[in-house]
């Protein structure tokens, strides 16, 4: 009996120690991570300061010093974590003098200056420097006025980082004048209106830097401040510092070189992200910390096994705090329950983006049907047939049908707006048709395009809003009356006196521009009216939207461009629009089109891949009425059949992503393992079907498109074929 009692008291402790031991555990990871979601709240909360004082610089075209410590001045007294906010402005060696002038107006001995160790020193000559220009607060810190921060190596790295990413950049570990730990933020400029979108423009571009001072220390204190006393050890760790890591020790905080108990080897490692930086918090319990925790229950079970007087008191209370340990595990699981339901509810948004994503890949499939029959009706009618004027009704509402269909691409993320050369004549040329049934009947719209025009880098659909907006515009103003508008296209060359003469000009350098100018002779305007037409909301008409010229002037200045507005009433007015000329080569135009009119005559097939009837049958037609065969397949695995059997015969393949069975992707690379020479144009209304369009494919066609976007991509296709050796026959005849 005594045996069986010990092994059974034995026993029951170890069960008892091995739960306690895992309460501990799981008690010591929900305090941590309460400790790291309030540092990491924390963090981001200074460093979000110094995104807040960026829209400082976003909406005042000219922050003094007084304008920045005013803005400034609270932030701090809110924040205390925060120990200053500076802007260092980038200077070239070559404006050194001149800045150096330009401090000494406020401060009589302002220089740019570097460390050194007897003090600060006029800086070495270097290329550029980031000087402290503005710095807040200012007392206490007058010798760090001028001085280059890009002169010492953590700093400079830390700037250079920021420059060319774009993004708030910490730097490593620094000591303060305060003798404690912390660290610089800084957050780039750059010129207004200024490219960003490569390393190269980012680096020419940048303009200075604001930077936030913090301490490490107060940092940390702050967040804990409001939760209980409990003797957890902090540790903060640079992990992209292997050298020299340690941003901060509780330990240290408490007194230097203070001993203190551990318990064991047990501690938790929690990532923590600061400006690019990869930082770690690492939480250490202390004999302190455990000793709250742990109870007498496994002893007290031991001792209850021998002493058989005391077992029914030992096992009462054994399960009271069993129970108590379960109502806090049933707390953490409600709280587990609540985070999970936060999950789901980001899930069902997800659902509705993807909902949303599926419905436009239906519908543009239903606009390719609709738009792609009416184009090849409209190309098979003429000049005077009767129902040339409603297939041009279908083409337009179909194209803004597409329009939405693009904005619910953008709503479930699939979406962009795509900067290329465009040829502005060509483009108001394709737009004619749809201008012309747009204008009151009564009014006459001629265009008189340059041919020769150079392209401008833009988005087709924004530039077809404005073209859209000026010539319905100049229509009204006709108010049903007989006119004329006329549309002009021109490369000029623009002087400083005329850019300071138009909207958005004054940023502009004098040069080549590419002139689109819309002239009617409608009402006209007066002054009054003239200098108000640009504003939002602003209309001359009883009825009006009012947002057309104001979207127009916001367009023409997303593209770096300007605009002019010259009204007489009684005679009309002309809008002149003047946007970059680009050297670069739009697709499909000049010598290399006329190269691929000649490599398309020859025979052969364009094979159509696409998991739509209507899409396949619509886009036979325009295969065919360039003289070429068609062969439709409604899928990857037919598709391959059909390769495989015509050979040699197959010159183009028009290829749709989504598609059962064998979906696009993986049809591309059958087809690159059987015919490696053969193009392949990516067909699809998913804008991210471009990034599979630039892995080597002949091209990129989006849905719904027309006749001549197709044939256009073929004709490029065609010409791509650099190892085509075969002699050029007679085009096959059309069934």
């Known amino acids: 009996m005594l045996l069986v009692g010990l092994a059974s008291s034995v026993a029951l402790w170890r069960l008892l120690l091995d739960q306690e031991e895992r309460f501990v555990e799981s008690r010591f990871r929900l305090d941590t991570e309460e400790r790291a979601i309030g540092i990491r709240e924390q963090l981001a909360d200074d460093l979000g300061s110094l995104q807040f004082l960026s829209s400082l610089y976003d909406v005042h075209p000219d922050v003094t010093r007084d304008v920045f410590a005013e803005f400034v001045r609270p932030i701090l007294e809110r924040r205390p974590t925060i120990q200053g906010f500076g802007w260092n402005p980038r200077v070239v060696a070559a404006e050194r003098d001149a800045h150096e002038a330009a401090g000494r107006l406020d401060f009589p001995t302002y220089a740019i200056t570097q460390r050194a160790p007897d003090g600060m020193v006029p800086a070495t000559e270097r290329p550029e420097y980031v000087v402290v220009h503005y710095l807040e607060p200012y007392a206490g810190n007058e010798s760090a006025l001028g001085f280059d921060v890009a002169s010492e190596p953590r700093r400079l790295a830390a700037l250079s980082n920021a420059r060319d990413t774009g993004k708030l950049v910490s730097t490593a570990r620094i000591d303060l004048v305060q003798g404690e730990h ?65 941003l901060y020790d509780t330990r240290l905080r408490s007194g230097v070189g203070r001993e203190v108990e551990r318990a064991g080897d047990q501690r938790r490692t929690v990532p923590l992200a600061c400006g690019e930086r990869n930082w770690s918090l690492v939480f250490r319990p202390t004999e302190e910390y455990l000793a709250g925790l742990r109870s007498r229950t496994p002893l007290g079970a031991l001792l209850a096994g021998l002493m058989i007087t005391v077992l029914f008191a030992s096992y009462l209370t054994a399960l009271r705090k069993r129970t108590e340990r379960i109502e806090e595990v049933m707390r953490a699981e409600e709280e587990q329950r609540r985070l999970e339901h936060h999950v789901q509810h980001a899930q069902r948004l997800e659902g509705l983006e993807i909902l949303a994503g599926g419905i436009a890949h239906d519908f543009n499939n239903l606009l390719m049907c609709v738009l792609g029959n009416a184009d090849l009706a409209l190309r098979k009618q003429g000049p005077g047939t009767t129902v040339r004027h409603e297939l041009t009704q279908i083409s337009l509402a179909a194209t803004q049908a597409a329009d939405l269909v693009r904005s619910m691409l953008t709503y479930a993320g699939k979406g962009r707006h795509v900067v290329e050369p465009i040829d502005l004549s060509q483009l108001l040329g394709e737009m004619a048709g749809v201008l012309r049934v747009s204008i009151s009947k009564s009014a006459e719209l001629r265009c008189e395009l340059d041919p020769g025009l150079a392209a401008v880098e833009g988005d087709a659909s924004q530039l077809r809003q404005v073209c859209m907006n000026l010539i319905t515009n100049a229509s009204d103003a006709l108010e049903d009356q007989p006119g004329t508008i006329v549309v002009r296209t021109s490369t000029v060359k623009a002087d400083r006196r005329e850019l300071d003469g138009m909207l958005l000009g004054n940023d502009l350098a004098p040069g080549f521009y590419v002139c689109a100018e819309v002239t009617d002779t409608g009402c006209g305007m007066t002054a009054e009216t003239s200098a108000r037409i640009f504003d939002p909301f602003f209309t001359t008409k009883f009825q009006g939207r009012g947002l057309g010229l104001a979207a127009v002037l916001g367009i023409v200045r997303g593209h ?90 197959v010159l183009v393949v028009v290829l749709d992503l989504t598609m059962p069975r064998m979906d696009g992707r993986e049809t591309l690379r059958e087809l690159r393992r059987l015919r490696p020479d053969l193009p392949v144009i990516i067909s699809s209304g998913y804008q991210e079907a471009e990034d599979v369009a630039e892995r080597g494919v002949a091209g990129f066609l989006k849905k719904p498109y027309v006749s001549s976007e197709l044939h256009a991509k ?20 059309r069934k």
Do not use: C, W
């Open 182 to 246: 912390g660290f610089l933020a800084f957050l780039p400029r750059y010129r207004r209106d200024a490219p960003t979108e490569t390393l190269e423009d980012r680096r020419a571009n940048v303009e200075g830097y604001l930077v936030g001072v913090f301490r490490i220390g107060d940092i940390v204190e702050s967040a804990l401040a409001d939760l209980d006393g409990l003797a957890i050890d902090v540790t903060l760790l640079d992990a992209d510092a292997p050298d020299d890591p340690l």
């Open 714 to 733: 073929i004709r490029a296709a065609v010409a791509s074929r650099t190892d085509d050796t075969r002699p050029a026959r007679p085009l096959a005849a």
């Open 560 to 649: 770096g461009g300007a605009i002019r507005l010259d009204s007489t009433p009684g005679v009309g007015t002309r809008v002149r629009v003047l946007l970059p000329a680009s050297r670069a080569q739009v697709p499909g135009k000049g010598e290399e089109t006329r190269d691929a009119l000649g490599a398309a005559e020859r025979a052969g097939f364009v094979l159509i891949v696409d998991d739509e009837d209507g899409v396949r049958e619509v886009a036979s037609g325009m295969v065919e009425e360039m003289g070429l065969h068609a062969l439709p397949a409604a899928d990857g695995v037919e598709a391959l059949e059909l390769v495989e059997k015509h050979a040699d015969d």
